[in-house]
């Protein structure tokens, strides 16, 4: 063990670093990133395993395997998978709290939790963890590798816009330019044949155009706005969650737009109850609201009368209010989104003004009820009438 600490605290060589651990625990092993990328491993005399041969053939770990570890989402655990007769201690590794990888241990000789210390795996983890943290590259514009240059788009604010447009004409010079980036959500996707690689096949298959990789626990994929028809299918084959962005002119502005999209995606697997292809730009209300409902915010005394009036009558003037307001009083808009009668909202709104003391002329006030009855209904969970 001393051996082991010393040799993962003194070199940088992550090829050594694994032969060492294999070595120590005289079994298979592998290191992949956070993104799922293999990126070292060892083997011991004349082991085989065709399961852990086609993650290193293929250097990254299958959207199967990314969905079931997802799925477990523990510091540790075991794992039998199909198509290969041992089983996997797959770890995190975390450092100041992040997963900055993961450690893969092929249980070979089956002994592995009887000759060895949860304490231990700990130690040998932590150091592992933190050169991974020393070893990984940061964000480089300059790298020839499209997934690469996406990455450090994702991860870093880069502010050089010449010397990004110049990267982004050499890298794209002779592919087609992609203007659209789909989070896909893969938790309702289980299989444990890790040898599949279908998913990644069909998304390469039907949008040939894509650049697709594991972030943060989803698939991200940069396409091409006129190739989104495509997820549907995905979607209702694999069960998948899907939220695509709007279209973008500038490639830097990715951060952003994941952070927005992401968001949205969070949002949408709240109220959608099977799996789904949808547009982030639709959840920028419901997010608004979201964000607003954390702050303490004053609510006139009037609206929250309606909002009581609404709960012990089981009327819906606050909704009523909500959408009129939002639909620039509207009487069309607001009789189609309600699905009722022209001379039952014109009632309605009626008694807003004479009941509960609306002023529904001074714009300045209308801005504000529009804004508190929204905080209201987003408390409510009344989540639909932001999609609208």
């Given at each position: 063990?001393?051996?082991?600490?010393?040799?993962?605290?003194?070199?940088?060589?992550?090829?050594?670093?694994?032969?060492?651990?294999?070595?120590?625990?005289?079994?298979?092993?592998?290191?992949?990133?956070?993104?799922?990328?293999?990126?070292?491993?060892?083997?011991?005399?004349?082991?085989?395993?065709?399961?852990?041969?086609?993650?290193?053939?293929?250097?990254?770990?299958?959207?199967?395997?990314?969905?079931?570890?997802?799925?477990?989402?523990?510091?540790?655990?075991?794992?039998?998978?199909?198509?290969?007769?041992?089983?996997?201690?797959?770890?995190?590794?975390?450092?100041?709290?992040?997963?900055?990888?993961?450690?893969?241990?092929?249980?070979?000789?089956?002994?592995?939790?009887?000759?060895?210390?949860?304490?231990?795996?700990?130690?040998?983890?932590?150091?592992?963890?933190?050169?991974?943290?020393?070893?990984?590259?940061?964000?480089?514009?300059?790298?020839?590798?499209?997934?690469?240059?996406?990455?450090?788009?994702?991860?870093?604010?880069?502010?050089?816009?010449?010397?990004?447009?110049?990267?982004?004409?050499?890298?794209?010079?002779?592919?087609?330019?992609?203007?659209?980036?789909?989070?896909?959500?893969?938790?309702?996707?289980?299989?444990?044949?890790?040898?599949?690689?279908?998913?990644?096949?069909?998304?390469?298959?039907h949008i040939p155009n894509s650049h697709t990789m594991i972030y943060d626990g989803n698939i991200l994929v940069f396409y091409p706005s006129n190739e989104k028809v495509a997820f549907y299918t995905l979607a209702e084959h694999y069960r998948l969650n899907i939220i695509c962005s709007e279209t973008f002119q500038k490639l830097y502005r990715v951060k952003e737009i994941y952070s927005f999209s992401n968001k949205a995606l969070t949002m949408a697997k709240v109220i959608h109850k099977d799996y789904f292809v949808d547009d982030a730009k639709r959840y920028s209300l419901l997010l608004t609201f979201a964000a607003l409902s954390t702050k303490e915010t004053y609510i006139a005394s009037e609206i929250i009368k309606i909002r009581d009036y609404d709960i012990s009558n089981k009327t819906k003037y606050l909704e009523l209010l909500y959408l009129y307001l939002k639909n620039g009083k509207s009487l069309q808009k607001t009789c189609a989104d309600l699905f009722v009668h022209r001379n039952t909202v014109l009632y309605r709104l009626n008694r807003l003004r004479d009941e509960f003391n609306l002023d529904l002329t001074d714009a300045n006030k209308l801005i504000l009820y529009s804004f508190m009855s929204g905080i209201l209904l987003y408390s409510m969970k009344r989540y639909d009438l932001f999609l609208l």
């Amino acid at each position: 063990m001393d051996q082991l600490v010393k040799t993962i605290s003194q070199t940088n060589d992550l090829m050594r670093i694994t032969h060492e651990i294999c070595s120590y625990f005289n079994n298979p092993c592998m290191i992949v990133n956070a993104n799922y990328k293999v990126i070292s491993y060892a083997i011991t005399k004349n082991f085989k395993d065709e399961v852990f041969s086609s993650a290193i053939m293929r250097r990254e770990m299958t959207y199967e395997f990314v969905s079931r570890f997802e799925e477990e989402k523990k510091d540790y655990f075991y794992l039998n998978i199909a198509k290969s007769p041992y089983k996997r201690r797959i770890s995190c590794l975390i450092c100041e709290g992040l997963v900055v990888g993961y450690l893969l241990i092929v249980d070979e000789t089956e002994d592995l939790l009887e000759r060895f210390t949860l304490e231990q795996f700990q130690i040998i983890e932590g150091l592992l963890a933190k050169q991974l943290v020393f070893n990984e590259q940061n964000g480089n514009i300059f790298t020839n590798s499209v997934d690469q240059f996406l990455l450090s788009l994702l991860n870093e604010n880069i502010s050089d816009e010449r010397l990004l447009n110049l990267k982004i004409n050499q890298l794209f010079r002779n592919k087609v330019y992609p203007d659209s980036l789909a989070i896909i959500d893969i938790h309702n996707y289980h299989s444990i044949d890790f040898l599949d690689d279908s998913l990644k096949n069909d998304i390469r298959y039907h949008i040939p155009n894509s650049h697709t990789m594991i972030y943060d626990g989803n698939i991200l994929v940069f396409y091409p706005s006129n190739e989104k028809v495509a997820f549907y299918t995905l979607a209702e084959h694999y069960r998948l969650n899907i939220i695509c962005s709007e279209t973008f002119q500038k490639l830097y502005r990715v951060k952003e737009i994941y952070s927005f999209s992401n968001k949205a995606l969070t949002m949408a697997k709240v109220i959608h109850k099977d799996y789904f292809v949808d547009d982030a730009k639709r959840y920028s209300l419901l997010l608004t609201f979201a964000a607003l409902s954390t702050k303490e915010t004053y609510i006139a005394s009037e609206i929250i009368k309606i909002r009581d009036y609404d709960i012990s009558n089981k009327t819906k003037y606050l909704e009523l209010l909500y959408l009129y307001l939002k639909n620039g009083k509207s009487l069309q808009k607001t009789c189609a989104d309600l699905f009722v009668h022209r001379n039952t909202v014109l009632y309605r709104l009626n008694r807003l003004r004479d009941e509960f003391n609306l002023d529904l002329t001074d714009a300045n006030k209308l801005i504000l009820y529009s804004f508190m009855s929204g905080i209201l209904l987003y408390s409510m969970k009344r989540y639909d009438l932001f999609l609208l």
